[in-house]
């Protein structure tokens, strides 16, 4: 754990867009700018929101690792397409770079896997053992400060062929735990709404099967 005293942060001017465009246009940004690098002061604006979330206790257990570095983000890009591609062929049986069927729901996610290399920076996510309820409250006011900075993102995993390498690639010491890495960038394309169920077909009032007044 940290040494480290804890310390109060006001919330920065550059977050300027409200809440409710930040949420409501939020999506999943895999086709990112490899011309455009994020500077410094905005991957900081997304850490200083990202501590701001709540933990289980307060303990505070995430710890962030921003890769800027292009060669490390190159070689990390590499491990990142064998570990989506090993991922499909555990469930599906695929062949890495493979055409994927048209009616597949993976069409779009699979693009990450061959962009993840040149994204300007990624940010992998580990806690000293921490369950997810202490950690992915965190991922997403990262992903929220991205949003607001009009940096895309999208939250992906690995597989555990790769995390020895991954591991060693960044000096990550045996103590931590690897939950999800975040790569960020300035989307080629828009940020947007987006098309959900309706709330009204997805959430229950006092019992299970029991509709909203919505």
């Known amino acids: 754990m940290s040494d480290a005293e804890p310390i109060a942060l006001d919330p920065p001017e550059e977050l300027s867009i409200s809440l409710g465009e930040a949420m409501f246009t939020q999506r999943a940004i895999r086709r990112l700018d490899p011309d455009r690098p994020i500077a410094a002061a905005d991957l900081k604006i997304m850490m200083d929101a990202a501590s701001k979330a709540p933990t289980g206790a ?10 800027t570095d292009r060669a490390k983000i190159a070689s990390f890009g590499e491990l990142y397409h064998e570990a989506w591609w090993a991922k499909r062929a555990d469930a599906y049986g695929w062949e890495p770079d493979q055409e994927i069927p048209a009616d597949s729901p993976y069409r ?22 921490a369950p997810g309820v202490s950690v992915y409250p965190t991922v997403q006011n990262l992903m929220l400060a991205a949003r607001g900075l009009g940096v895309g993102s999208v939250l992906t995993t690995l597989h555990a062929s790769v995390m020895d390498r991954v591991n060693d690639l960044f000096s990550v010491p045996t103590d931590v735990r690897f939950h999800c890495c975040v790569p960020l960038g300035y989307p080629r394309g828009n940020f947007g709404s987006t098309h959900r169920l309706p709330t009204s077909g997805t959430t229950f009032l006092d019992s299970w099967g029991s509709p909203p007044p919505w």
Do not use: G, K
């Open 108 to 129: 779009m996610p699979a693009l990450l896997a061959s962009e993840m290399a040149a994204a300007p920076a990624v940010v992998l996510v580990f806690s000293h053992d």
């Open 58 to 67: 307060n303990i505070q257990p995430v710890r962030m690792l921003v890769v």
